[in-house]
């Protein structure tokens, strides 16, 4: 279900060599994501990161976030998630900290030609109600859909501190390199699920086993 070309090399490629006037660039492409995507002039994402930089920074409190831009409530439509540094509320109501993890994350594993998709972010509580809802229903019960969705008022993606990685081979990846950029697998039963949680020493601690399961 997930992509696992890395298809936005090609219009990156095009917006470099476009400003740079050289072609061949696919390795620089692929190591400068992050730069290439943040110093865009053209791009409209610099007053709404900003603005989504002081509401993350608020993200500690229990204050639910109310980010600006596409997506408001942080819903991503497409089953195959948005790219990591995307002009979207998912995108910008993350804690700038963690956006800027993802985003490295991302820019190394694009250099081993894996393609690090944002499935989901920041979610308004509204969302997260609705998500949580959905999932009683699915489950059949509050207790097993806890397990999987957590209320608005714990759930680390309202506050910005959390963010689901897709493809799965993508997720893996992340499992696996993500604590070199402070990126922690925090649920046992969500190997897509990432916080920054990994200690000076580049550790991440033992995964809950699952939303339940933390304090
Ligand atoms: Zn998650």
């Known amino acids: 279900m997930f992509a696992t070309h890395p298809t936005w090399k090609t219009p990156l490629v095009i917006a470099i060599a476009g400003t740079a006037l050289a072609g061949g660039l696919v390795l620089l492409a692929c190591s400068g994501l992050s730069a290439a995507a943040s110093t865009d002039p053209s791009g409209p994402t610099g007053g709404v990161d900003g603005l989504a930089g002081v509401l993350a920074g608020a993200a500690g409190t229990d204050a639910p976030l109310e980010a600006p831009g596409p997506g408001g409530d942080g819903s991503i439509d497409d089953e195959n998630g948005i790219a990591v540094d995307a002009d979207h509320a998912a995108i910008a109501g993350l804690a700038p900290e963690l956006r800027a993890a993802v985003q490295a994350a991302a820019a190394r594993a ?77 649920y046992a039963n969500e190997n897509w699920h990432f916080e920054l949680a990994a200690d000076a020493d580049g550790v991440c601690p033992m995964p809950y086993a699952d939303a339940t399961d933390r304090p």
């Open 110 to 186: 694009a250099e081993e030609g894996i393609e690090l998709r944002v499935t989901s972010g920041w979610r308004s509580a509204e969302l997260q109600e609705t998500l949580l809802s959905d999932a009683i229903g699915q489950y059949g019960s509050e207790s097993e859909a806890r397990r999987w969705v957590d209320t608005p008022e714990r759930s680390q993606h309202v506050v910005g501190d959390a963010v689901d990685i897709g493809g799965l081979e993508a997720a893996l990846w992340v499992g696996q390199h993500g604590s070199e950029f402070g990126l922690c697998q925090t």
